[in-house]
């Protein structure tokens, strides 16, 4: 019997239902929308956390790793290339440099431009409700992202993706007429507008370096669907939060919380139950007293009406001390989980432009509020992205074939030294030489024109039209030495007449 792609996907599910379960129950807690349950439509009604601060944390905690992660206007990888091949491609470092930074620049603006960001920060509260979510870069450059609940993945014994299973819902009036005609020969059609189900199979061939990729509607191959990946360029990315050893699917951080999440609601509904409550005013009256009801309501305020004071009495609750214990300890649980999702971190100045330390000191609050984030999302979701990129743009040719050698690196998170630092280090060399050695040393040894293009590239700057090259600086000093001999015999007649 032929093994389809929909077999082979609720074979993989049992082992991924394990995972659904705790990321709803998480979700629950946090944005319940963010993994629905099951058999879920416009029509579902999701029950609402008694508390805000899940939400509160899961999107403040996305933008921030978001931020860190993907850091504005400045390239969060870096295009090297090692010694030995500098040496055989016989280029100056500086203006390597410079080439390297003008692919980070045509890079970047690929990944700007296809309005990845949005795509990325629901992929962020997926990661941290749910600990898994699946990124898949279309062919017009544009970024979709997979639920927990809309694929499956196998992984091997080192962690690295054996294969993926995505499923995609559509109607039946928008396949191609060849996949209907096709279906129809095999006796299974639908009406127009019936749903259906479409699965991308995915799947790791080490023997041939490649990725295998097709896709089954009902058992029926997809006509044209087949195709190949290179190991290293695959659009199909498949995050992990919280990656266990020998587990295909990661945890996420709000699994970690969840004793403290599942408390402040419960304590938070108790409050506001009681409350609630509380805030009923009902009066008894005694019925043997002498105290008339309808003379006492019919009194206008500030009135006099015959009674006893000890006939009327009101409804009290008289849990103050009780809801007190609770209130207390729920914000001493609501301060812990601030502490966690960095809520009361001020690492971001309120300004339309953030520096790079601050970019680094917020990389390093996250690092230590998450334990290790960098070390999984920058080989699994940096890494893979900025391959697939370059390989997509190499095929258009907007980007030419890198030489060997040459390959990017992550430079965001706790490892990163970044190109503000090499910009650091540059002015700390030229300032020490010159405190040192004096200035005219300095301009005999220190190569200006290599130090500028160098600081260019470290503030990721295009020198074209900026930095003069060396054979028009030559031009303008022998031009300038020309018009001063000129100007010298002009002043000096003498030397004229000799």
């Known amino acids: 019997m032929q093994v389809t792609l929909k077999s082979r996907y609720e074979k993989l599910s049992t082992d991924r239902n394990v995972y659904l379960d705790r990321a709803r129950l998480s979700a629950a807690l946090t944005l319940p929308t963010l993994i629905p349950q099951e058999g879920h439509n416009q029509n ?50 500086a203006d390597a440099e410079k080439q390297l930074a003008m692919f980070e620049r045509i890079i970047m603006a690929d990944i700007e431009d296809s309005k990845t960001r949005a795509s990325l920060n ?13 990124l898949f870069n279309t062919p017009d450059g544009e970024v979709r992202m997979y639920a927990l609940s809309r694929y499956v993945v196998k992984r091997d014994a080192e962690g690295n993706v054996f294969e993926i299973i995505a499923v995609d ?6 396949l191609s007429a060849e996949f209907q005609a096709a279906a129809v020969a095999a006796g299974k059609n639908h009406e127009r507008d019936d749903d259906v189900s479409i699965y991308t199979g995915i799947f790791r061939d080490a023997q041939n370096g490649q990725w295998n990729v097709y896709q089954e509607i009902e058992g029926i191959a997809v006509p044209g669907s087949n195709g190949t ?17 020998g587990e295909s699917y990661g945890r996420g951080y709000v699994e970690e919380l969840y004793g403290d999440l599942n408390t402040v609601d419960a304590l938070s509904q108790a409050i506001t ?34 009674g006893l004071s000890d006939d009327v009495s009101v409804v009290q609750v008289n849990k103050s001390g009780d809801l007190g214990v609770a209130l207390q300890a729920m914000q001493s ?22 520096t790079a ?20 999302l920058s080989q699994e979701l940096q890494l893979p992205l900025v391959q697939y990129r370059i390989a997509r743009l190499t095929a258009m040719k907007k980007l030419p074939p890198l030489p060997e050698g040459i390959k990017p690196s992550i430079i965001t998170g706790l490892e990163a030294l970044g190109r503000s630092q090499e910009l650091q280090r ?31 590239a470290a503030l990721n700057l295009p020198t074209e039209g900026l930095v003069r090259a060396e054979e028009e600086v030559q031009q303008r000093q022998q031009q300038e030495a020309q018009m001063q001999a000129a100007q010298a015999n002009a002043t000096n007649p003498q030397m004229q007449g000799e």
């Not at 819902?169 to 928008?174: C, D, E, L, S």
């Not at 609630?276 to 305020?301: C, E, Q, S």
């Not at 917020?362 to 230590?368: I, K, P, R, Y």
């Not at 005999?444 to 500028?452: F, G, I, K, M, T």
Request: hydrophobic share 45%; charged share 20%; net charge negative.
């Open 44 to 93: 579902t009604t999701y029950d609402t956390p008694w508390q805000s601060i899940g939400s509160r944390g899961v999107n403040n905690l996305a933008s921030k790793i978001l931020l860190a992660l993907f850091p504005p206007s400045n390239p969060f990888f870096r295009m090297g290339i090692d010694e030995a091949e500098l040496a055989k491609l016989g280029a100056k470092k």
């Open 122 to 134: 629901q992929a962020a509260k997926h990661l941290i409700a749910a600990g898994n979510a699946l």
């Open 169 to 174: 819902n559509t109607v039946w009036g928008a």
């Open 229 to 245: 990946y290179p190991l290293d360029a695959s659009p199909w990315i498949p995050l992990r939060m919280i990656a266990i050893d």
């Open 273 to 306: 139950e009681a409350s609630a409550a509380g805030a009923l005013v009902k009066f008894l009256v005694n019925p043997n007293g002498v105290t008339d009801i309808d003379d006492l309501t019919d009194t206008p305020n500030g009135g006099f009406a015959e």
């Open 333 to 354: 649980i609501e301060a812990r989980l601030s502490q966690a999702f960095l809520l009361h971190s001020s690492v971001q100045r309120n300004a339309e432009r953030v």
């Open 357 to 376: 330390e601050e970019i680094r000191f917020m990389a390093s609050e996250l690092e230590d509020a998450l334990g290790g984030i960098y070390s999984v």
């Open 426 to 456: 540059l002015r700390m060399f030229i300032s020490d030489a010159g405190q040192t050695f004096g200035p005219e040393v300095l301009s005999q040894y220190v190569n200006v024109s290599d130090y500028l293009k160098r600081s260019a």
